[in-house]
């Protein structure tokens, strides 16, 4: 059992870089290496997030630093997927 365990999500309006901060805290952490090739919007998964550059679906990753588990929830900006976000908040300890 991990004890040092956190569980956040990130929120904030479209195109204010949710996404991006996900793509530069799997970088620092040395999750993704830059070796690997450019990191950019790894968590746009679907082709329509990848056409129009937004997330639409509330995707998880996992860091670890130091002596942490940090899980991270991307959330949708829009208002159009409020529901979506809604739903995240009832799965985290704590948002950014």
């Known amino acids: 059992m ?4 956190r569980n ?7 195109d204010h ?14 999750t993704i290496s830059e070796r690997s090739g450019p990191i950019k919007r790894v968590m746009d998964s679907n082709d329509l997030e990848k ?3 937004i997330t639409i679906l509330a995707k998880n990753t996992a860091i670890n630093w130091k002596n942490y588990r940090i ?4 959330t949708p900006g829009h208002a159009d997927f409020g529901g ?3 739903r995240v908040l009832s799965m985290v300890d704590s948002v950014l």
């Open 8 to 14: 956040i999500a990130i929120i904030a309006h479209v």
């Open 84 to 86: 979506e976000v809604e």
């Open 51 to 53: 056409e129009r550059g």
């Open 71 to 74: 899980n991270i929830v991307d």
């Open 2 to 5: 991990i004890k040092n365990l």
């Open 17 to 30: 870089g949710k996404t991006t901060l996900v793509d530069e805290l799997l970088k620092q952490s040395g």
